[in-house]
């Protein structure tokens, strides 16, 4: 069974190369989509019972649904921008 990584999106905040050739790439926009969800569910907690790993779970399913409606999207710019 083979397993298919992630779609991580592209880099988030990336550096290209400077005069000193050192260049950072940043986190991927997973990594970023994460972050932003984790504070907005952990804005709405209230406090009972806290369940890391369920914070975690949720915020990158919603990071994972972020990406995958930008690539739907991006299919049907690319297709209508093609179709004459």
């Known amino acids: 069974m083979s397993h298919k990584p992630k779609d991580q999106g ?6 290209p190369d400077t005069q000193y050739n050192y260049h950072q ?3 991927m926009m ?4 994460a972050g932003q969800a ?3 569910l952990l804005a709405c907690n209230d406090g009972a019972g806290a369940h890391w ?3 975690a779970a949720d915020a990158f399913a919603i990071a ?3 990406i995958g409606h930008e690539n739907a999207e ?3 710019t690319q ?3 093609v179709t004459p």
């Open 53 to 55: 790993g369920a914070f």
């Open 74 to 76: 991006r299919s049907l």
């Open 64 to 66: 994972d649904a972020m």
């Open 79 to 81: 297709t209508a921008t």
């Open 38 to 40: 984790l504070a907005g």
């Open 30 to 33: 997973r990594q970023w989509y």
């Open 25 to 27: 790439e940043g986190m």
């Open 10 to 15: 592209a880099h988030a905040f990336p550096c």
